[in-house]
């Protein structure tokens, strides 16, 4: 889990615990966003988030609750290095 801290912009990263979870592709549901601005199907994209085929980098995880573990400390370069590769599942999500 991360949260970005308003105060000094820093990114903060949590090791947490959940026992029911979903795992969906995270750039997914900006594309969704993006397309229903457009007016434009999503329908292959919500069934991409519900059950997963393609080879995405980046994944949610989410459910009822979650125990946080952990905060884990994060390389300032690691992260800019981490957007630069997100940026192959911005690709993957508009081709569905």
């Given at each position: 889990?991360?949260q970005?801290?308003?105060?000094?912009?820093?990114?903060?990263v949590?090791?947490?615990?959940?026992?029911?979870?979903?795992?969906?592709?995270?750039?997914?549901?900006?594309e969704?966003?993006?397309?229903?601005?457009?007016?434009?199907p999503?329908?292959?994209?919500?069934?991409?988030?519900?059950?997963?085929?393609?080879?995405?980098?980046?994944w949610?995880?989410?459910g009822?609750?979650f125990?946080v573990?952990?905060?884990?400390?994060?390389?300032q370069?690691k992260?800019?290095?981490?957007?630069?590769?997100?940026g192959?599942?911005?690709?993957?999500?508009a081709?569905?």
């Amino acid at each position: 889990m991360s949260q970005r801290s308003e105060e000094n912009q820093s990114i903060n990263v949590y090791q947490v615990e959940m026992g029911d979870y979903h795992k969906a592709p995270f750039r997914v549901i900006h594309e969704i966003s993006k397309r229903m601005t457009a007016s434009s199907p999503t329908t292959s994209l919500v069934d991409e988030y519900w059950s997963p085929s393609k080879n995405w980098t980046f994944w949610e995880f989410f459910g009822p609750e979650f125990d946080v573990v952990s905060k884990v400390s994060v390389d300032q370069v690691k992260v800019y290095a981490i957007g630069l590769r997100y940026g192959s599942d911005v690709d993957l999500s508009a081709r569905i």
